[in-house]
T-cell receptor, first 109, second 115 residues
Framework: QKEVEQDPGPLSVPEGAIVSLNCTYS??????FMWYRQYSRKGPELLMY????GNKEDGRFTAQVDKSSKYISLFIRDSQPSDSATYLC?????????FGKGTTLSVSS | DAGVTQSPTHLIKTRGQQVTLRCSPI?????VSWYQQVLGQGPQFIFQ???????GRGNFPDRFSARQFPNYSSELNVNALLLGDSALYLC??????????????FGPGTRLTVT
């Protein structure tokens, strides 16, 4: 079992839809949780960072961490065509940031 | 402020050659991490350095080495290149390695092609 599992998609939604992206992780020692957005052939861009569990909101983005079920979620409200990218979840308890494979999202206008 | 910078942007090497990739962290950041990303996969951890000391190493062969300089910039070296080393090499910087200081910001990457 990989330490961080993420459905690669692809996920296609119409503009304005609410998008839900999810990951699971296996190591209960993980305490840092991040979501990155990566456009084709570019470096990942940090969207959300959560330390320990709970919710965090930033504009149209909400990140949730449920440590009891080892479940990480990212919600995107009012999705825009510019949100079309690959979304990577990542978790860590120490030096190494462990990434999922990424979910490819396409938002059509 | 400038973000994380990496050089070169692209690189083409032949099998068996050696390559050096460079990274400059965000000003004030003392930790640099290196990741390898092959097409269709998430980044995979190679090294983390903090204050010039290695703090972690991923499951990569000894052909991979790195160092951090007093100005916190870093180099990643790969010897005896294999075709499988073709990937996007990413550098990430952070203030530190605990709590809020752990937020990692990535550079644009160096795309290495081994022929």
């Amino acid at each position: 079992q990989k330490e961080v599992e993420q459905d690669p998609g692809p996920l296609s939604v119409p503009e304005g839809a609410i998008v839900s992206l999810n990951c699971t992780y296996s190591n209960s020692a993980f305490q840092y949780f991040m979501w990155y957005r990566q456009y084709s052939r570019k470096g990942p861009e940090l969207l959300m960072y959560t330390y320990s569990s709970g919710n965090k909101e930033d504009g149209r983005f909400t990140a949730q961490v449920d440590k009891s079920s080892k479940y990480i979620s990212l919600f995107i409200r009012d999705s825009q065509p510019s949100d079309s990218a690959t979304y990577l979840c990542a978790s860590s308890g120490w030096a190494a940031l462990i990434f999922g494979k990424g979910t490819t999202l396409s938002v059509s206008s | 402020d400038a973000g994380v910078t990496q050089s070169p942007t692209h690189l083409i090497k032949t099998r068996g050659q050696q390559v050096t990739l460079r990274c400059s962290p965000i000003s004030g950041h003392k930790s640099v991490s290196w990741y390898q990303q092959v097409l269709g996969q998430g980044p995979q951890f190679i090294f983390q350095y903090y204050e010039k000391e290695e703090r972690g190493r991923g499951n990569f062969p000894d052909r991979f080495s790195a160092r951090q300089f007093p100005n916190y910039s870093s180099e990643l070296n790969v010897n005896a290149l294999l075709l499988g080393d073709s990937a996007l090499y990413l550098c990430a910087s952070s203030l530190g390695y605990e709590g809020r200081n752990y937020e990692q910001y990535f550079g644009p990457g160096t795309r290495l092609t081994v022929t």
